[in-house]
């Protein structure tokens, strides 16, 4: 598993890059495919075998990402394999997003209900955490029967419980 603080690194490093360049949309679609490429299965089963050298393994990524990406951000992947640390590339792009979501003012908030929920639902809740936050919300959407009911929301440091299993644990500690 990548260390948090290298792929943080790695993820401050090229966002202030893409910053610096006005690239910002580039650089995540670039480090979008990057990181796909790393993560498929028989590619990273290559990658990550130590009877290839060096060189077959950059060789191999230089064939594949080349012309999928800009020049900058194949430096990156090169070097991710030259250091061994192709691994971290799922992290990099994860942490590169938040930073651009953050500097774009947008808040990721995964929502939980008991069902699922269909797109007007959904905008209604996505209107209520913007009113909640003062930010714009974009919303990954899980579904956990055990909730009962209700929603739950988790944002940045916030966590609002309205689920009816949060109101009968509320309801069963008022009566003990």
Known sequence: MPSGSAGRRYAQAVFELARSTNKLDE?????????????????????????????????????????QISPSAFILATLLVERERQTFAGKIAALYQALLDDLRGIIVAEVTTAVPIDSEQEERIRQQ???????QITMKNKVDPTIIGGVVARFGDMLIDGSIKNRLQALRKALA
């Open 27 to 67: 650089w995540a679609a670039d480090l979008a495919v990057i990181k796909q490429v790393f993560e498929d299965q028989t590619i990273a089963a290559r990658l990550e075998n130590p009877k290839i050298t060096k060189d077959k393994k950059l060789t191999l990524v230089s064939s594949i990402l080349k012309d």
């Open 129 to 135: 955490l913007i009113k909640i936050s003062g930010k």
